[in-house]
């Protein structure tokens, strides 16, 4: 379980194989849903000149301005935005 979230719903918006392009929105998970509204995420694979690639990722998060203080929005931010990463790389057990 991360941070204490038991559970998140995504919404995919956007799987484009031809472009290399991904987007979905977070539109629930559990004790943050009366935090934050959403969060969406993007992120476009781009060729580079030596074969390889790069990726541009941006997420935004869209909270509910009466539950949240700036301060928190970033902490809040910061922790969902680790916990994401770590369900796409995670490490061994």
């Known amino acids: 379980m991360l941070c204490g979230i038991r559970y998140v719903k995504y919404k995919i918006d956007v799987l484009d194989e031809s472009s290399l392009s991904y987007a979905d929105t977070m539109i629930e998970g559990g004790e943050l849903s009366d935090k934050v509204e959403k969060v969406t995420h993007e992120i476009k694979f781009v060729s580079t000149s030596d074969g390889g690639c790069s990726a ?36 061994p057990s």
Not at 56 to 82: C, D, G, H, P
């Open 56 to 91: 541009n990722s941006v997420t935004k998060f869209y909270t509910i301005e009466s539950a949240i203080s700036q301060k928190m929005n970033l902490r809040l931010a910061k922790k969902v935005l680790w916990d994401s990463l770590s369900l796409w790389n995670p490490s």
